[in-house]
């Protein structure tokens, strides 16, 4: 049999005060061509289905039309909740979505009472799903043993992970192909930049040692870098997140498995790349280069044909061919920040979502005259705070406490509006 291993797709996740769904739904309907195309038995979504509990219509539309279509092609599905996901809407929807031949699971259960589910697939195997949504450490451990120390805890929250699993493997079959899908932290894993780092604390990774032998794959979720976990028994993959998340994830490649499997034997599996996201990249211009352009803004494309004499202005070169998301970073070390440059980096440069500063260092008689804030951040770009202060500055304005304060406020407010609470 065959089958596809997908998994955190955050549907609906606003990024810098953008939208992915778009990116998101070339990706699925992707995917829906692959399942049709390659002729694949069963799709496994191993949760953070949506980026919060209560996602937008638009991301649910998305979503169900994905598994809609995959239905239509009497190919079944099987969901687990993420990290993300509300389990009590996971539990609600999944009795709809059962007409869709879609199995999804949002609270762990016993394996015989609805923690395993077999299916008799297309290929004609019989195939065992073992399904373990996400358990947070508050879901296996009493508030005295959150308070012990964090090895002890650690220890305790590894102990009853395994006892989840041995318990939910127990519904394993000989004469079936067994797949176990988690979504969970495991030792060994490399974590990226973008995940939510409570979750993903190595005090709350679990032993890969602990995984049934008797799986011919082990289906993950949680982590967003594909990769495969090297000391499990079995074939155990993290599919990660069909899209860079955030810059630090910059030229990271994203990929599903596709995977082929069989009773008795571990999996084959082939890693796909996905398709229709748009990468992430840095970019470094000079602040000279924007301000000679002034209001005459041009884009070129490496090996793009010259320009007529009237247009030859220091524009920074950029290509933009495959779409990115673009950070600037505008050297400003040989002189004075202009406050106008935000906009004119943006006007310049199409798909930029965040333009940062790097500039010289403060001479002392500067720094004894600047109001306290927070350093540079890495690379030398300047802060949040720091940058409103010297934004007030060249305008003439007071530079005092309160003000900056109020900045503070706005600032923290507009990232907590970025992120689930």
């Excluded at 990024?15 to 699925?28: F, I």
């Excluded at 016993?110 to 508050?138: K, Y």
């Excluded at 995977?259 to 796909?272: F, K, L, N, T």
Aim: charged share 20%; with cysteine.
């Amino acid at each position: 049999m065959r089958f596809l291993h997908t998994s955190d797709w955050h549907a609906g996740k606003a990024w810098k005060g953008q939208s992915r769904l778009d990116e998101l739904e070339v990706v699925l309907d992707d995917l829906a061509s692959v399942v049709e195309r390659e002729r694949v038995d069963l799709v496994l979504m191993t949760g953070d289905v949506f980026d919060t509990s209560s996602p937008s219509a638009e991301a649910e539309r998305l979503v169900f039309r994905f598994f809609r279509r995959v239905g239509q092609l009497r190919v079944p599905s099987v969901v687990i909740a993420g990290n993300h996901d509300s389990p009590a809407r996971v539990e609600a929807w999944a009795q709809l979505a059962e007409l869709a031949q879609v199995t999804a699971c949002g609270v762990v259960k016993p394996h015989d009472q609805g923690g395993c589910v077999t299916l008799d697939v297309a290929s004609g195997e019989r195939v065992v799903v073992g399904m373990v949504p996400f358990v947070g450490p508050s879901q296996f451990l009493s508030a005295e043993e959150l308070g012990a120390s964090p090895d002890d805890a650690g220890a305790r929250y590894a102990r009853r992970m395994e006892r989840l699993v041995t318990g939910i493997s127990a519904g394993f079959r000989a004469d079936a192909v067994n797949i176990l899908m988690a979504h969970t932290h495991l030792q060994g894993a490399a974590v990226g930049t973008s995940e939510r780092r409570v979750h993903v604390a190595e005090a709350w990774a679990a032993d890969p040692g602990m995984l049934p032998p008797t799986a011919q794959y082990v289906a993950l979720g949680h982590i967003h870098r594909h990769q495969q976990i090297v000391g499990a028994p079995v074939p155990t993959w993290y599919a990660g997140a069909p899209m860079q998340l955030d810059f630090g994830e910059e030229g990271e490649p994203k990929a599903w498995n596709l995977v082929d499997a069989q009773p008795g034997r571990p999996a084959h599996v082939e890693p796909r790349p996905y398709a229709g996201a748009r990468p992430l990249r840095t970019v470094t211009v000079t602040a000279a280069e924007l301000i000679r352009v002034g209001t005459r803004l041009r884009i070129a494309s490496p090996g793009a044909a010259a320009a007529p004499p009237a247009d030859l202005f220091a524009v920074p070169i950029v290509d933009v061919s495959d779409h990115p998301h673009l950070r600037v970073i505008v050297d400003c070390t040989a002189g004075a920040v202009d406050p106008d440059i935000n906009r004119r980096v943006r006007a310049a440069i199409p798909g930029v979502v965040s333009v940062d500063i790097l500039r010289r260092g403060p001479s002392e008689d500067e720094s004894a005259s600047r109001p306290a804030g927070p350093d540079p951040g890495r690379g030398g770009t300047l802060a949040p705070r720091a940058l409103y202060a010297l934004f007030l500055e060249q305008h003439g304005a007071t530079v005092d406490e309160a003000t900056l304060a109020a900045f503070d406020a706005l600032y923290e407010d507009a990232l907590a509006s970025e992120v689930e609470p």
